[in-house]
């Protein structure tokens, strides 16, 4: 999975706030959860999942999806495996493309 995103491992800085631009041949899953956002104006607000703190009351996004919402039932599998299914997406976008 290197390859994926391994070029863009190194401008990430979540204490500055910073990260890279999503990769411009991507999956429309993952242009959409590394999109440019933040609820108050200000910064990088994160991944846009409705999991996310943050992003679940950007536009009432965790109602809406209660499928993806976090809730106290949850664990930290439940994240760790999105973030499997986009990288996943992202790879298989990728193989389809080459292929084409």
């Known amino acids: 999975m290197r390859h994926i995103f391994a070029e863009r491992a190194s401008a990430w800085d979540p204490t500055a706030g910073r990260r890279p631009d999503p990769p411009g041949d991507a999956a429309p899953s993952v242009t959409d959860a590394l999109k440019t956002w933040n ?3 200000t910064g990088y607000g994160g991944i846009y999942r409705p999991w996310q703190r943050g992003a ?3 536009n009432n996004w965790a109602r ?3 499928d993806l919402a976090w809730h106290a ?3 930290l599998t439940f ?3 999105e ?3 986009l ?3 992202q790879a298989s976008w990728l193989d389809r493309r ?3």
């Open 87 to 89: 990288v996943s997406e």
């Open 83 to 85: 973030l499997y299914a």
């Open 98 to 100: 080459a292929a084409a």
């Open 64 to 66: 809406l999806r209660p």
């Open 56 to 58: 679940a009351n950007h």
């Open 73 to 75: 039932r949850r664990d």
């Open 39 to 41: 609820e108050s104006g």
């Open 79 to 81: 994240i760790m495996e």
